[in-house]
């Protein structure tokens, strides 16, 4: 698709920045991504409404210059409401979602890389799918709810306890999906040839089975942002997440699928927010994986 | 492999024996309240006796000790006297729900065919569009098909069932008036009519269920049939004159298909666990409903339960996930 | 089956019922949603309001308090009162004459034993019995004859009419419950869920938590009643979808209780295929304030226990500051419309024993500010909130997780920020919050919060047991496992004294007055308590369902037998 020409020699690293800023689509997403973010962080700077100020005449109202995206059923300000929304959902989605793809991914390769550990990860993995999540994530709120909120004070302490509580529940599909790959990677001819000139497992298994099973780590992370948005405001229903009056796009999604129909521009910015986020990280992960992928790197695309 | 499959089958029974004892405990040390949903104006005292009319006041090991000899010992045999018409379980005291005061299997058996009818058939109809949608996507990667794919898949996930049910029961029951907004579970196929009635009431729900399930099966079947396609043995294939149509359906496809089988495997058991919320949006009142509200309910025999059959269709699929693996792929090997 | 079944029962009717103007079964079928479904049709086993409603179509008491609150018999010839001479003069007995000819819907005949049987079945000590509060302080029911029982108090009862009256006592069949007393009634699965009544209706199949099938009771008093043949009283969803699946799309003929923002639902009605009723009775919602300090710093055991009185909220001048800083017109506005009224009282109803209690109605901010300054809380640091002797007026206020309860708790917080006190909000589970879990910090009783909110009613119209739970011995401590009801600690000797003279009291008008002097110590004297909303139950019927009468004093279903439809 471009040209065939060589490129002279580079870093790895130098190479895979080069591939990946070809990358139409990883271009877009990553632009996209960073202006999500600068918005949902910078833009409370020029907008500077309070998020939680009440100004209960103007309840209800569509777009106006004043609240350029309405306001809600007590008079607060959408566009404040989403920024600062934003901040918490793309927190707590990238860190929780961080947080699963490195416990399951770490599961998945010890477990399908050392087989005598294979046994007792996946029973344990078991167990975790087994377990019923309300009462799981109501027992982590009585026990380390105030220890937390004391420690770290009562918002990173929250904080805290959000990421952990989705982080700790939704490892386990990336576990089992990636432990499948390795398992079939393990008896692949170059790994059998790299060990062959002793090649430590530590080697083995950064240089050679982590880049191979890159894609669907991808896909888990992609899936995983989304799932962690809206989990967030699940949590925040059972009295787990943050005070009732932080918004985050999940809670104002779910709060404005009240009034759909009455006022259905109050749906529409949340449900654009989270795909966006969800859309742009999901290219940037396409980007990522064709850059990383040592074979789309020799056939120069 | 025989071998391998036995020791797993003969592990599976102290694995799931701890699982059950984890839940318990759990379920034990999680806050609620059976009487939670009791009105305040009954009085706390009267509130106690309740309790302990439930069995509340024994010691957990003994609770415990009571639901391991009525799941396993007892229920085995209601289920023979119903089959083979014996009176095993005679006078025998059944795992009996809180909230209902009645067996919950009862229950449980009565909430299967508006689960099957609608989340067993969301989960075919999402693997059915996705394994198409997923294999093209990469057979043709970043051509239209793929890019509206992915654009639809991704926004599809994104946008949870809370939000997309009530936006089709808007469309289509409020403004279109074409089909009911309230699943009927009483409604018995036995006519052409009543199949077109039965059709109508599930299309929503499964349509809804089924835009996650295509998603996320999707996405990995693209993902996975990616890192194949690239593969020496298909240019190699290839090379030896085979069809596009064999080297793709056949090579890159089987081989594909790993992480798929273990999606597909894990959102088996989820069909029985149910669609907590696309069940409440559309009155489904399947087994989700039934968890859901049992665990509001804080119904611990009925909630210990259906976990536990969960758990048991959980750890059974996994092994089978497993096995399929080695069939997919020969070199994978346990021994 | 069903449907053979019920069309012999139209033709059996039509052709043997005596020619009036309306038929048993003439208007077909009828769809009730309720969206809490109910798990057992059995009251005394479940005490829940859906179960509640649900088996008053079927179980019926000897009297019910009709929509005004007041006692219609039912069962009963008519209402025993000291006047009549069925309440005896010293007030420890009552005796309920049964109408002749009642028969149950399986044919056989109603008499004073199935009463007695009842009350037996309740009082069993092992029964766990829902319902037991209803027969407190009877000691013997007696059977006179076939169709008189008498029920028989321990001491002097001014309100006699726990038993047999209202929809949490209605009568079982002593039969078809003969085998399930005590131990056993959790066993009885068969007759919990398809109870045989006097009712309207009779059951014929109950799926717990999904669905019921009624028909109507062939047998049932009046030959011309019930007017439907046939009812499905779904459950499950939410509010929302029970709203629109009556007004806007018009599947179903009745919706049971629509919490819904006064706008969603005024929207809905817009759609023109049914209309939203509405009714009061006693629920109101409150903000009740913590008297003892919940900080935990306080060992466990200790905090929120009297030993460690409220170090802001003592001071009454802060708690009538917050309580002035309140606008309840507009929470009734925002939150519950057509449903709901500011109120200032506990007890808001009946009449005689609601107070004349209206200064906390308009919002008086500056007044509440001086109050403050008053009580030496001042902002000495200009960041809005106010400080003494080294500690903020800060306050950690929670409810259960609920649309409405969310949006009071955010305007709420803004108004006490403009009063200079600050809030930090919490919300929790609804099955957490209202459980009794000594082991959970999060339950209403536990009070690990400076003030919260939630909502109370009292059964019946006697509001006695409802103003006694704020003696000083029902507070919620770790000796009583946090059970009790006196949730913020109140504590005052007179109010004891009070309650003691109120339950030995007979005579409406003493009543009254004794009722509305507890309720003013609660409210307007201490403001330990800050009611907000008098709140009604808002339904919704369809345009061509006839008969309804909502009722908040009795089952909202009370009068089943009496729907028609409107053609």
């Not at chain 3, 009734?332 to 009282?345: D, F, H, K, L, S």
């Given at each position: 698709m471009t040209d065939p020409a060589m490129p002279p020699p580079r870093s790895q690293w130098s190479e895979i920045w080069g591939q990946f800023k070809r990358h139409r689509g990883a271009l877009i997403g990553g632009i996209l991504f960073l202006l999500i973010i600068a918005i949902v962080f910078l833009g409370p700077l020029i907008w500077t409404l309070d998020a939680t100020y009440i100004d209960i005449r103007a309840r209800n109202q569509g777009p106006t210059w004043a609240h350029p995206f309405g306001t809600d059923q007590?008079?607060?300000?959408?566009?404040?409401?989403?920024?600062?929304?934003?901040?918490?959902?793309?927190?707590v989605g990238l860190t929780a979602m961080a947080l699963a793809l490195a416990l399951g991914g770490f599961m998945g390769v010890?477990?399908?890389y050392f087989r005598r550990l294979d046994g007792p990860l996946m029973r344990l993995t078991d167990l975790f799918l087994s377990l019923p999540l309300l009462p799981l994530l109501l027992v982590m709120v009585m026990l380390f709810r105030e220890t937390l909120s004391a420690t770290f004070g009562p918002e990173t302490g929250i904080f805290f306890l959000i990421v952990v509580a989705i982080g700790a529940t939704s490892w386990m599909p990336t576990a089992r999906i990636v432990r499948a790959d390795v398992l079939a990677l393990k008896e692949r001819e170059f790994v059998l040839a790299a060990r062959s000139i002793g090649t430590t497992n530590f080697g083995m298994i950064t240089r050679h089975i982590l880049p191979n099973i890159l894609s669907p780590i991808m896909v888990s992370a992609t899936l995983g942002i989304a799932n962690a948005i809206i989990t967030e405001s699940a949590l925040s229903f059972l009295g787990l997440g943050f005070p009732p009056d932080f918004p985050t796009w999940g809670r104002l999604l779910n709060d404005a699928t009240q009034y759909l129909q009455d006022y259905p521009e109050r749906v529409f910015w949340p449900g654009l927010a989270i795909s966006l986020t969800v859309l742009s990280v999901n290219y940037l992960g396409d980007g990522l994986r064709d850059a990383l992928d040592p074979r789309t790197r020799i056939r120069g695309r | 492999m025989l071998t391998y499959t036995i020791r797993r089958l003969v592990l599976a029974v102290p694995t799931l024996l701890f699982i059950s004892l984890v839940i318990f405990l759990l379920l034990e040390l999680a806050p609620g309240d059976p009487m939670a949903n009791v009105p305040l104006t009954v009085p706390p005292d009267v509130k106690e006796k309740m309790r302990i009319a439930l069995g509340l006041g024994e010691p957990t090991h003994i609770r415990f000790g009571k639901w391991l000899w009525q799941f396993f010992v007892v229920e085995p045999m209601v289920l023979s006297d119903h089959i083979l018409g014996t009176t095993l379980a005679e006078g025998q005291q059944r795992v009996l729900s809180w909230q209902f005061r009645s067996p919950v299997m009862d229950v449980i058996v009565q909430r299967m065919p508006q689960t099957l009818w609608v989340v067993g058939m969301s989960y075919v109809v999402g693997i059915l569009i996705a394994l198409p949608i997923g294999i093209y996507s990469a057979y043709r990667q970043y051509s239209v098909f793929d890019q509206v794919g992915t654009f639809i898949t991704m926004v599809g996930y994104s946008v949870p069932p809370f939000f997309s049910g009530v936006l089709v029961i808007v469309i289509f029951s409020v403004h279109l008036g074409w089909l009911p907004s309230i699943y009927d579970t009483t409604l018995r196929v036995t006519s052409w009519d009543t199949f077109v009635m039965q059709f109508k009431q599930m299309i929503m729900p499964v349509m809804v269920l089924a835009l996650q399930t295509t998603a996320q099966i999707s996405r990995y079947m693209r993902a996975s049939m990616l890192d194949n396609l690239g593969q020496d043995y298909v240019r190699t294939a290839r090379a030896k004159g085979l069809g596009e149509t064999t080297v793709v359906m056949v090579h890159v496809l089987r081989n594909s298909m790993i992480p798929v089988i273990t999606v597909i495997a894990l959102g088996v058991p989820q069909i029985f666990g149910g669609a907590i919320i696309t069940e409440q949006i559309f009155k489904v009142n399947g087994l989700g409903q039934l968890l859901i509200t049992a665990i509001q309910a804080n119904d611990l025999p009925m909630v210990q339960t259906v976990t536990f059959m969960l758990a048991v269709l959980i750890v059974a699929f996994?092994?089978?996930?497993?096995?399929?693996?080695?069939?997919?792929?020969?070199?994978?090997?346990?021994? | 089956m069903a449907v053979r079944e019920i069309l012999f029962a139209v033709a059996f009717a039509t052709s043997f019922a005596p020619a009036t103007w309306a038929k048993r079964g003439a208007d077909g079928h009828v769809n009730v949603i309720y969206w809490q479904a109910p798990s057992i049709l059995n009251p005394y086993l479940s005490g829940g309001t859906k179960e509640l409603e649900a088996a008053s179509l079927v179980l019926e008491p000897l009297g019910r308090f009709n929509a005004q609150g007041n006692m219609v018999p039912y069962l009963a010839t008519d209402i025993p009162t000291v006047e009549n001479g069925g309440v005896s003069a010293d007030l420890k007995s009552i005796t309920w004459?049964?109408?002749?000819?009642?028969?149950?819907?399986?044919?056989?005949?109603?008499?004073?034993?199935?009463?007695?049987?009842?009350?037996?079945?309740?009082?069993?000590?092992?029964?766990?019995?829902?319902?037991?509060?209803?027969?407190?302080?009877?000691?013997?029911?007696?059977?006179?004859?076939?169709?008189?029982?008498?029920?028989?108090?321990?001491?002097?009862?001014p309100n006699p009419y726990g038993p047999f009256m209202g929809g949490q006592a209605p009568i079982l069949q002593a039969a078809q419950f003969a085998n399930c007393l005590g131990a056993k009634a959790p066993e009885c699965t068969d007759a919990n869920f398809h109870p045989i009544g006097t009712g309207p209706f009779k059951v014929d199949e109950f799926r717990p938590n999904d669905v019921i099938s009624f028909s109507a009771n062939p047998n049932y008093r009046d030959p011309a009643k019930p007017a439907f043949a046939s009812m499905t009283f779904k459950g499950g969803g939410d509010a929302t979808a029970a709203g629109r699946a009556v007004l806007e799309t018009g599947e179903f003929d009745y919706a049971w209780n629509l919490q819904l923002a006064p706008d969603v639902l005024a929207n809905m009605a817009k759609a023109g295929k049914g209309v939203p009723v509405s009714s009061f009775g006693s629920l109101v919602e409150r903000i009740e304030i913590n008297l003892t300090d919940p900080s935990p710093n306080l060992p466990e055991g200790e905090r929120a226990t009297a030993k460690h009185p409220h170090p802001i909220l003592s001071d009454m001048r802060?708690?009538?500051?917050?309580?002035?800083?309140?606008?309840?017109?507009?929470?009734?506005?925002?939150?519950?419309?057509?449903?709901?009224?500011?109120?200032?009282?506990l007890v808001p109803a009946p009449a005689i024993y609601a107070s004349n209690n209206t200064e906390c109605l308009l919002q008086d901010v500056d007044g509440a500010r001086a109050l403050l300054d008053q009580a030496g809380w001042i902002d000495s640091n200009g960041d809005g909130i106010r400080e003494k002797d080294g500690r903020k007026l800060s306050l950690l206020f929670q409810t259960s997780t609920n649309a409405v309860r969310q949006d009071f708790q955010a305007l709420i917080k803004q108004w006490w920020r403009d009063i200079g006190v600050e809030t930090e909000l919490r919300n929790i589970s609804a099955s957490v919050f209202f459980g009794g879990d000594p082991g959970s910090p999060d339950t209403f009783q536990k009070f690990y919060a400076d003030v919260e909110m939630y909502a109370n009613n009292f059964d019946g119209t006697d509001p006695q047991s409802y103003l006694a739970q704020y003696t000083c011995d029902k507070a919620p401590r770790p000796e009583t496992q946090w059970q009790g009801e006196n949730i913020n600690r109140y504590c005052n000797p007179d109010y004891d004294a009070l309650i003691k003279e109120l339950t030995r009291t007979a005579g409406l008008d003493k009543r009254g007055d004794i009722a509305r002097k507890l309720n003013d110590m609660l409210t307007r004297d201490s403001y330990v308590i800050i009611p907000l909303v008098d709140r009604g139950r808002v339904s919704a019927r369809s345009n061509t369902l006839g008969g309804v009468k909502l009722n908040m004093w009795d089952s909202e279903l009370w009068n089943a037998a009496d729907w028609y439809r409107i053609k």
């Open positions: 007590l008079g607060r300000d959408t566009l404040a409401r989403m920024m600062a929304g934003g901040q918490t959902s793309i927190a010890i477990a399908g | 996994n092994i089978i996930a497993d096995l399929l693996y080695a069939v997919l792929d020969p070199r994978i090997r346990y021994d | 004459r049964i109408k002749p000819g009642l028969v149950w819907s399986d044919g056989t005949p109603f008499t004073a034993h199935d009463a007695k049987f009842t009350a037996d079945y309740c009082m069993h000590p092992e029964g766990g019995c829902a319902q037991l509060a209803k027969y407190e302080g009877v000691i013997l029911v007696e059977v006179i004859d076939d169709l008189t029982v008498k029920v028989n108090f321990e001491d002097s009862t802060v708690r009538k500051a917050l309580s002035m800083a309140i606008d309840r017109e507009l929470l009734v506005e925002i939150g519950y419309g057509q449903a709901g009224r500011p109120t200032c009282n």
